[in-house]
C-alpha cells in the first residue's frame, strides 16, 4: 500500500475526536521530534484533534502510561495516531506510516505499552550532525500530514 492509499485508509477510519499521541522527550534533541510535532500541531495548525505530547507538557517514558490511561477512560471510542522518532534507517527525514501502534522506547531497553491504533514514526538517527532545526523541519512535514489526515475525516 502506497502512502497516499495509507492516508486515505487511516482518514475513513480515524473517526471523530481523534487523538493524537506525540511521544518523546525535550531532553534530546533526537528525541523532541514528537513534542515538537504536538506544539505544531496545537499552535501553528490548530489541528482539529486531541493532541497530547507538546514541548511544554511532552509525553514520555515517565508519564506514558499514566496519561495514556486518563485519556482513554476519558475518550474511550477516540482512536489514537501516536507519533515517535525512531531509528530505523541512517537517513534523517524517512517517515513511515504504519498500520496499528508502536513500542516506544525499544532503543534504550524500555518496556512501555504500545501505543496508537495508527503510527507515524520517522528517523532522527543523524540528529546529532544535523540538529535541532532538521528535526524541527520533519517535525512540520508530520503535523502537516496529521493536519491532512484529520481534514479529510
Known amino acids: 500500500m502506497n502512502k497516499l492509499q495509507q492516508i486515505i485508509t487511516i482518514s475513513k477510519n480515524l473517526g471523530p475526536s481523534p487523538i493524537i499521541a506525540c511521544i518523546g522527550s525535550t531532553k534530546d534533541i533526537a528525541d523532541s521530534l514528537g513534542p515538537i510535532t504536538g506544539q505544531l500541531l496545537v499552535e501553528k495548525y490548530k489541528t482539529n484533534a486531541f493532541v497530547v505530547g ?13 496519561r495514556l490511561d486518563q485519556i482513554k477512560a476519558e475518550r474511550p471510542k477516540s ?27 525499544l532503543a534504550s531497553g524500555k518496556n512501555l505499552p504500545r501505543v496508537g491504533d495508527y503510527s507515524i514514526v520517522a528517523s532522527t538517527l543523524n540528529s546529532s550532525t544535523h540538529g535541532l532545526g532538521e528535526v524541527y523541519l520533519l517535525a512540520d512535514k508530520i503535523a502537516k500530514l496529521i493536519n491532512y489526515i484529520i481534514s479529510l475525516t
Do not use: M, W, Y
Open 79 to 105: 482512536k489514537i495516531i501516536a507519533v515517535d522518532a525512531c531509528s530505523f534507517s541512517d537517513k534523517l527525514e524517512r517517515i513511515q506510516i504504519l498500520q496499528g501502534g508502536i513500542k516506544p522506547g
Open 54 to 66: 507538546t514541548l511544554l507538557s511532552p509525553l514520555h517514558a515517565l508519564n506514558l502510561t499514566k
